[in-house]
Every structure is written in C-alpha cells, then in structure tokens.
C-alpha cells in the first residue's frame, strides 16, 4: 500500500487504500494468467481468483464475506449451472430414471457432476 502513498498518519484514508491495493493485486494477477494461457497456447477459458477461506464462509454462512469476494460466488454459480444440466440430462425421457430420488441423495449426484466436470473426483467415492 505504501507504493499507493499510504500513509499511516491518514488512518481515514486505509480503506480506500485497501480497496485500491487489492484491486490491482486482482488486475495483475488476471493479466498474468492471461498472458500464461496465451503463452502456453491454451484455449481461452474462464479463471477464478478464490479464496479458500472466503469460499468456506459463503457455503457455511459464516462471517463477513461481502468484502472479500472475488470470483467466488462465480465460481459456485457455474458449478450449479453445469450439475444443473447434468442433472437434467440424467432425468431426461432417454435415460433411466434417477435413483437417487430424496434430496440430500440429489444434491450428493449434483455435487459429483460439478466435481466431474472440473476434471476432479469426489475423495469419498474412492475406487
């Protein structure tokens, strides 16, 4: 924050300061993995800059996470988005019935598909 002119006798001032600090961290960091992607020629694709901690506040409720989101709520909205439409696929009339019919079952289904579809496997379906 000091390259920004912060200075700590203008404690009034640490909140725009902050803001302003954090918003170039998040500017550089995107054109960083930008230049990455472009340099390694990958195919454009989505980023999400998260936090660990914020992400566990948003799903468990707890604390003041409106500050500190990034792309986190992104992130769990395109997760839904592609469980939602793996699970409409599963229920469609050309497939078999889903079993898993109570909700807590679906939602175990839904989060599976989210897991699949970012190459990830559900550490408690091991096999």
Known sequence: MKNLGYNKRRKNEKEEFYRK???EVINA???NVESNIEKAE???QRVYIISSETM??????EGDVESQIIDEA???????E??????RRIDSPDTEPLEHSSIEERKIVAAN??????GLKDPASSS
């Open 21 to 23: 600090a954090r918003d």
């Open 29 to 31: 960091t995107r054109q």
């Open 42 to 44: 990958l195919p454009t």
């Open 56 to 61: 566990y506040d948003m799903v468990t409720g």
């Open 74 to 80: 992104r992130l769990i909205r395109d997760l839904l």
């Open 82 to 87: 592609i469980a939602e439409g793996r699970l």
């Open 113 to 118: 598909a989210a897991l699949g579809a970012l």
